[in-house]
Nanobody, 122 residues
């Protein structure tokens, strides 16, 4: 069982930056692939980025070159550094975990945090 708690969301102007954090409880953190997803009002939850236990990463095209996912296995924490934010990045951002490798499908992740709001003003 893994419990996830996100933090770091907020209101930022277009072009600004934010860093989201996701603290995980439980054992064997390195056995879990970690993902970031987001859900804008009226839209389905979508994949943003993922990182495997050993650190290889994958990003959706919309955030490549602007967002960076990383993890600190000593702190059981995964981060999402967001640069060059755009109004279309506005959403609730969720951290998710799954045993094994990363996947982009929402349904592949059994563990989810409560979400943190990111609002980008134009």
């Amino acid at each position: 069982q893994v419990q996830l708690v996100e933090s770091g969301g907020g209101l930022v102007q277009a072009g600004g930056s934010l860093r989201l954090s996701c603290a995980a409880s439980g054992r064997a953190f390195t056995s879990y692939a970690m993902g970031w997803f987001r859900q804008a009002p009226g839209k389905e939850r979508e994949f943003v980025a993922a990182i495997a236990g050993i650190g290889d990463t994958y990003y959706t095209d919309a955030v490549k070159g602007r967002f960076t996912i990383s993890r600190d296995n000593a702190k059981n924490t995964v981060y999402l550094q967001m640069e060059g934010l755009k109004p279309e990045d506005t959403a609730v951002y969720y951290c998710a975990a799954r045993l094994g490798g990363w996947l982009v499908r929402t349904v592949a992740y059994p563990y989810w945090g409560q979400g943190t709001q990111v609002t980008v003003s134009s």
